[in-house]
């Protein structure tokens, strides 16, 4: 049925179909991004107001940004010059550092990153951060986040489709982006994961970081684990798999960059 639906309102016209870079997958999406990048703007805001976010001049905030932009940066001139200029439009960068005892990150629609201090303090070197800011800022890129809306949506009944600023828009946002306990941290499905972490890579490496980075950072977080997992593997689906995927990405890597 689900199916079915989506492909009568591709068919009106409603649907809008892309591809995502890298990957070459296509992807439906029931949201215009740039909506859903207005809504983001205004939730992100109201989490900074309530977090403990670091001043830009603390050391730990001016690590997050210097890495942030670099990457933002190598991403921007890559995607434009592989011809997907579109998917950074309504961008407005941020990368906030938000005091916290939780090891994780997230970057909503429109490039609005928050790093939490405990897994900044796990990252020991730039490349380590880059392949985490990699990563989340990946899943922004890829329009991730519309999709889970768009499963949401089809689960709620299509109704709101056509009013995107509709009060059941905004809540079914917040059922995606805050179903749990903190802002941000959506649960992303493995296709969504294994995606990122490919993205992120060649964002990360274009960026003048060492994707191999990634490698010892993932077994380190899954051995740092004990009783209370890591709240990165929460979200984001972690195992052998994913640093073995990992591993045979990295010997095709520059296929996707030249
Ligand atoms: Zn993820």
Redesign the pocket.
Known sequence: MKNVILYLMLGLGILSCSKVPITGRRQNNLMKETNLIEMSKKQYADFLAKSKVLPDNDPRAQRVLRVGNRIKDATEKFLTSKGYAKRLNGFEWEFKTVDEDIVNAWCMPGGKVCVYTAILKLCKTDDELAVVMG??IA?AIARHGNERMSNQMLVNGVGSVLAPQDPNQVSIFQQVFMGSATLGMLK?GRN??SE?DKLGLVFLKIAGYKPEAAIGFWEKMASTGGQKPPEIFS??PSDERRIKDIKEFLTEIDTYIN
């Open positions: 990563h989340e899943h992303y969504h994961e990122a979200t984001h």
